[in-house]
């Protein structure tokens, strides 16, 4: 058997997604939250977790949870659908929506699991480099949609790793031009403050993807999507029956019951990111851009490879993004408390200087 003849060559020549396995270390690359849940908070979840029932399967398709969600957001529960994290979404469209050219479109940078998922699931990607202030280049996009039919656009909102906001006009004019399916991943919405979900009332080729994860439940790996119930109800047959484990829908339900805790937290990290950019904004050789996010996105002047090994070596672990020629020694920093935050500018201060 020679592995090589039997997988697709899209997959084989991929490195595959790159988590570094770290322990102790300062984690400020994945966009966590770095907020633990109080204690007492933390022991009533685990109280309701250990109520599970291990030898049952989870609720299928967890209506109670699908129609909290729905109320949440003023929507039906027929236009919501949980997904094992977001990933799972974006895997789930993509496999169900294919369009003539079997075909995604996304902007780049961005997230990169759009493209790998895309590929994996046998789609061909439309990459299209955003602008040089990192905002869409719509007429580049209109033009690649009526070239190519993709049926699925991906556009985070705020986008990642660049933290900004795409312009609201560009992403309605993309909304009106595509025959596809415009997908908005708002998972960091909350620390914009802003969200384009009201545009469902008004274009029904919408899918908006959210999770817990960047909220401060990310080992509990849950997503869901919003749009249009025709589209939610094909994609809902691709799904996989017990998706959602039993542990996810009741993190889920207490997220929602503990609503305010959780909104607390995205408070602190607001603040925790503008202190951040302070004191990143005082080392010499950083090109910082300003962030809606829970993470901070800045250039080099310096070899970032160099920087970046530095930093692993202090124990602190960032994302590094040098990719040439559209992310030249770039990084990107998750927002830490404000103890991982001091830790990270004394060490990135102190390996520039060296
Ligand atoms: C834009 C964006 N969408 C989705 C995800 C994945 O979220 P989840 O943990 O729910 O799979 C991430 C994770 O980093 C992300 O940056």
Same mark, same amino acid.
């Given at each position: 058997m020679v592995i090589k003849d039997l997988v697709e060559r899209s997959i084989f020549k991929q490195s595959g997604y790159i988590a570094p396995e770290v322990t102790g270390a300062i984690k400020m690359d994945a966009n966590e939250n770095p907020i633990s849940l109080q204690e007492p908070l933390k022991k009533k979840l685990m109280e309701e977790m250990g109520r599970i029932d291990l030898n049952r399967y989870p609720a299928a398709g967890a209506p109670e949870l699908r129609d909290r969600f729905a109320q949440y957001y003023g929507v039906v529960k027929d236009m919501v659908m949980l997904g094992n994290g977001s990933d799972e979404l974006i895997q789930t469209l993509c496999?169900? !929506?294919?369009?003539?050219?079997? @075909?995604?479109?996304?902007?780049?940078?961005?997230?990169?699991?759009?493209?790998?998922?895309?590929?994996?699931?046998?789609?061909?990607?439309?990459?299209?480099?955003?602008?040089?202030?990192?905002?869409?280049?719509?007429d580049a996009i209109i033009g690649q949609i009526k070239a190519n039919?993709?049926? !699925?656009?991906?556009?985070?909102?705020?986008?990642?790793?660049?933290?900004?906001?795409?312009?609201?006009?560009?992403?309605?004019?993309?909304?009106?031009?595509?025959? @596809?399916?415009?997908?908005?991943?708002?998972?960091?919405?909350?620390?914009?403050?802003?969200? !384009?979900?009201?545009? !469902?009332?008004?274009?029904d080729n919408l899918i908006f993807l959210k999770t817990l994860s960047k909220l401060g439940l990310a080992s509990m790996r849950l997503g869901f999507l919003i749009g249009n119930r025709d589209i939610v109800a094909q994609l809902d047959k691709v799904r996989l029956p017990y998706n959602v484990n039993s542990l996810s829908q009741i993190a889920?339900?207490?997220?929602?019951?503990?609503?305010?805790?959780?909104?607390?937290?995205?408070?602190?990290?607001?603040?925790?990111?503008?202190e951040l950019y302070l004191g990143l904004k005082e080392i010499a050789g950083i090109k910082l851009y300003p962030s809606q996010a829970n993470f901070i996105f800045f250039s080099c002047a310096f070899d970032s490879n160099r920087i970046y090994n530095k930093l692993v070596a202090e124990g602190i672990?960032?994302?590094?993004?040098?990719?040439?020629?559209?992310?030249?020694?770039?990084?990107?920093?998750?927002? @830490?408390?404000?103890?991982?935050?001091?830790?990270?500018?004394?060490?990135?201060?102190?390996?520039?200087?060296?």
């Open positions: 496999l169900t !929506l294919k369009g003539k050219i079997n @075909g995604v479109l996304v902007p780049v940078p961005t997230f990169s699991m759009y493209k790998i998922i895309a590929v994996n699931t046998g789609n061909k990607v439309v990459e299209v480099p955003l602008d040089k202030n990192f905002d869409l280049d719509c039919f993709p049926a !699925l656009v991906f556009l985070s909102y705020p986008n990642s790793p660049t933290g900004n906001l795409f312009s609201r006009d560009k992403i309605e004019a993309i909304i009106k031009k595509t025959p @596809g399916i415009v997908v908005v991943d708002e998972a960091y919405a909350s620390f914009s403050g802003q969200t !384009l979900l009201p545009m !469902l009332k008004k274009y889920a339900n207490f997220f929602l019951d503990y609503q305010d805790e959780f909104s607390s937290q995205v408070a602190e990290i607001i603040k925790r990111r503008e672990i960032v994302k590094n993004l040098n990719i040439p020629p559209l992310m030249p020694n770039c990084m990107r920093v998750t927002v @830490g408390n404000r103890k991982e935050n001091e830790a990270f500018l004394r060490a990135l201060k102190s390996v520039i200087s060296k």
